[in-house]
């Protein structure tokens, strides 16, 4: 068993549910609002327009895809043991939405390596652009992380 359903299979069902909220499933390819090809809960690897989905695909395109990057977090994370269940889901939902390689460069990762947890959550806040413009909708879902991941540091 890996590490991280050992130790962490509480805020992986967490996250499934909280990104399938913001998410949202769509089974038909569609142009996300920067124009890449999406489909089900935000997935875009591979995605090609034109392409189709069962509601049961997208699930467990959402579930696999949680685990790959609460794996990758794991990785860039030095201290992903001492995270509560919803500070750590907060920080692999922002990953889920911008990309392993950006969260894993990120100030919220360089805070989180030192033990600043509490400057780690207030990073999320940044992460509120696509194509250089601030969205709503991404402002929306950070402010809900971010309350997510003070949760967790409160032990709510």
Same mark, same amino acid.
């Given at each position: ?18 990104? &399938?909220?913001?998410?949202?499933? %769509? ?54 043991? %001492? ?17 392993? &390689?950006?969260?894993? %460069? ?12 509490? &400057? ?21 879902? %950070? ?14």
């Amino acid at each position: 068993m890996s590490k991280t359903w050992k130790r962490g299979a509480m805020a992986l069902a967490l996250v499934v549910s909280f990104v &399938g909220g913001w998410e949202g499933m %769509r089974t038909t390819a569609y142009r996300d609002i920067v124009g890449v090809p999406t489909i089900c809960f935000g997935e875009t690897r591979g995605v090609k327009m034109g392409d189709t989905a069962t509601v049961e695909e997208c699930k467990t395109m959402l579930g696999d895809g949680i685990v790959e990057f609460a794996a990758a977090v794991d990785k860039c994370l030095t201290v992903e043991d %001492r995270l509560p269940h919803k500070t750590y889901a907060a920080f692999v939902s922002l990953s889920y939405n911008i990309g392993t &390689g950006a969260f894993c %460069r990120s100030t919220l990762v360089r805070k989180a390596n030192l033990g600043d947890f509490l &400057g780690a959550c207030d990073q999320l806040l940044v992460w509120n652009r696509a194509g250089g413009k601030v969205v709503q909708g991404l402002v929306n879902r %950070r402010k809900a992380e971010h309350a997510m991941c003070l949760e967790g540091l409160a032990g709510k």
